[in-house]
């Protein structure tokens, strides 16, 4: 499998609670490399951006509210198949449902407030990725 990047953005829910190191292990003991991390305060025009798939979705203005409400933690990781891998640490959206051992499962606080996002496949990650980050932050 091929070495890629992933966008992934710590939550506000997670932030709140100071669980970005918590956070930050799990990625590091799946093998995940953090390449790039700010820590960024977004308006509820922005998270209405970044979500923008998600517009006609009845909890829209919830999840933008939510994701501007307090700073997030975006970042870089790469690896072996790193987009699947970190859906698979993050574990399912809705918390109730995510796998033992999982981000979700051990810090998500609703389906709502599941403190991490992680890009689904290979072109919303590349999107993702330049939404956030320029090219020199991005060490090669
Ligand atoms: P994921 O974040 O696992 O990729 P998604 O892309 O389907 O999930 O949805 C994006 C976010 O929207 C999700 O992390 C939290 C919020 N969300 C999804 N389904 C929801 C629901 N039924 N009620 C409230 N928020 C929801
Ligand atoms: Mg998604």
């Known amino acids: 499998m091929a070495t890629e990047r992933t966008l992934s953005i710590i939550k506000p829910d997670a932030t ?4 970005t190191g918590k ?27 970044f979500y923008a ?4 979705r009845p909890f829209y203005d919830e ?3 939510f994701m501007a409400s307090e700073p997030v933690v975006v970042q870089v990781l790469e690896g072996e198949g790193a ?5 698979e640490v993050m574990g399912a959206t809705n918390p109730a449902e995510a796998d033992a051992g999982t981000i979700r499962a051990e810090f998500a606080e609703s389906v ?3 403190s991490v996002h992680g890009s689904d496949a ?3 990650a ?9 090219g020199l932050e991005l060490v090669g």
């Open 63 to 65: 999840l933008c509210e």
């Open 122 to 124: 290979p072109e919303t």
């Open 23 to 49: 956070i930050n292990a799990k990625f590091e003991d799946a093998g995940l490399r953090i390449v790039a991390q700010k820590r960024i305060h977004l308006t509820k025009a922005q998270a209405g951006q």
């Open 112 to 114: 709502g407030e599941n």
């Open 16 to 19: 709140r609670r100071n669980l």
């Open 83 to 87: 987009i699947a891998k970190n859906r």
């Open 126 to 134: 590349k999107e993702e990725i330049a939404f956030f980050f320029s």
């Open 53 to 56: 798939v998600h517009a006609e």
